[in-house]
Each structure stands twice: as C-alpha cells, then as structure tokens.
C-alpha cells in the first residue's frame, strides 16, 4: 500500500514536469514586440537632405548604430503573435559626410502602402502585357529585354532617392597603420 502511494505521487510528480514543458490548449501566449515601430508614414515623411536631429524626430533613437559604419542607422521591428511566426521589417537609413539623410533601403519604400506593396499595384489599373518577341539574327523569334519600370515622377522622393542611388560611388575601407614604435632612449646614469 505505501509502495503504491508513493508510486502514484511520483508518477503525479513526474506528469506535471511533463506538462510544464508542454504548451497546454487555451493558454494565451502574449505577443512579443522588439525594436522600433516603423510605419509608412514615418516613412513618407523622410525627405533627403534632413539633419540627423530631424530624422531622430521622426523615426526615433536607431536600435542600431554601428561604429564601423557611422553614417548608417538601422531600424529593426520583429513581432511574434503568440504561437505564430516571427515577422521582421527593416530599414536602413544612410547620410552623407554633412550628416544629412541621402537614402534608404530596406523592407519600406517612400510613397507605396504596404496594402499596395501587398497587392502590386500603386493605387492604379495598370495593364501588363505579354513579353515582346523580336527578329533575332537568325530570324528566329527571340523575346526582348524586359523594360524597366516606369521612371518616377520628377521631383518625387523616390526620383531623388533613385538618383542618389545611382550617383552613389564606392568609398574604399581605410585601413589603420600599425604603430611604429621608436625605441625610447635609455636613461643615462647620473655621474
């Protein structure tokens, strides 16, 4: 009889240890939100050329700001819906030697929702044909080069962005110089 009582309360024992692991049906999980929040009205509201101070404003303190590279802010938002799948959205934000914003990149663009990113289209019908064939030297049915998206608007954000972007020139890595080190000169005994 004891036997079988202290069996029972350590099979108990050992089943509730089980169970601890174990995610149990209809318990609420919280949702777990890390970094800053990014929206795309934040997002809208960067113009190149703003100051650091003007940027802070808008997007708040960077969760990152890497000493290798100091003209770079990252903004990083993760969120993980109880029991589902961890989501992340990031932005970059660069700015040239005269600490003023010169572009972006990352998981936002100026000027598209994220309905529209979602859906494709920026808020118009846009009709997309099949690819074009041309002649090719054989006379032979050769499909021509996709055409590049339609040039933003001039003037617009994305414009200057874009320009920036492609006016942008690779700046190499300085690399430090060792130490010389003089060998100091010995102390010369006082006579």
């Known amino acids: 009889m004891q036997k079988a009582k202290l069996m029972l309360t350590g099979l108990t024992f050992l089943g509730l240890a089980a169970l601890a692991g174990c995610s149990l ?20 509201q960067l113009r190149p050329g ?6 802070r404003f808008i997007m708040g303190n960077p969760l990152i700001t890497d000493t290798f590279h100091a003209n770079r802010w990252d903004y990083l938002y993760s969120l ?3 029991g589902g799948e961890r989501q992340q959205e990031r932005i970059s934000l660069l700015f040239n030697s005269n600490d003023q914003l010169s572009g972006l990149a990352g998981d936002f663009m100026p000027g598209v929702s994220r309905d529209e990113a ?73 006579e």
Do not use: F
Request: net charge negative; charged share 20%.
């Open 25 to 44: 049906p209809g318990v609420y999980k919280i949702d777990i939100q890390q970094g800053n929040v990014i929206t795309q009205d934040m997002i809208d």
């Open 50 to 55: 703003m100051t650091r101070r003007q940027v």
């Open 80 to 82: 993980q819906p109880g």
């Open 118 to 190: 979602i859906r494709g289209d920026s808020g118009s019908t846009a009709v997309t044909q099949a690819p074009a064939t041309e002649p090719g030297a054989s006379g032979e049915a050769v499909p021509a080069q996709a055409e590049p998206e339609a040039a933003p608007a001039p003037g617009s954000l994305l414009e200057q962005l874009q320009r920036e972007v492609d006016e942008a020139q690779p700046v190499p890595v300085p690399t430090p110089e060792p130490l010389e080190v003089e060998p100091t000169p010995e102390a010369e005994p006082a």
